[in-house]
């Protein structure tokens, strides 16, 4: 809790799920949305990592490299089913 009142008062705010060990605090409704996108966001993540081999770090130049993340993307966007979010009738 130290380090989350620092980075608060240095103006970044860290959003987290409430934990059996935390207080519990009321959320705004933009960051428990950001929360239910979090999945989201980590299987597309995941799928450019295993399935578009995305990780690989020997690159000789950065313009390789760039070129190499650029043809992930643009084969993930060829993908019929993506990862999505379902939202509760709370949010939605």
């Not at 240095?10 to 428990?32: A, S, Y």
């Not at 979090?38 to 770090?57: A, K, N, P, Q, W």
């Amino acid at each position: 809790s130290g380090i989350f009142s620092e980075l608060y008062q240095q103006g970044i705010k860290v959003v987290t799920k409430i934990r059996k060990n935390m207080k519990n605090k009321l959320m705004p409704i933009n960051e428990k949305y950001a929360l239910f996108k979090r999945g989201v966001i980590e299987s597309v993540f995941d799928i450019l990592m295993t399935v578009f081999d995305i990780e690989h770090t020997r690159h000789r130049s950065p313009q390789n490299a760039l070129a190499h993340m650029l043809s992930a993307v643009a084969a993930y966007s060829f993908m019929e089913q993506k990862p999505a979010v379902l939202l509760p009738k709370l949010l939605g």
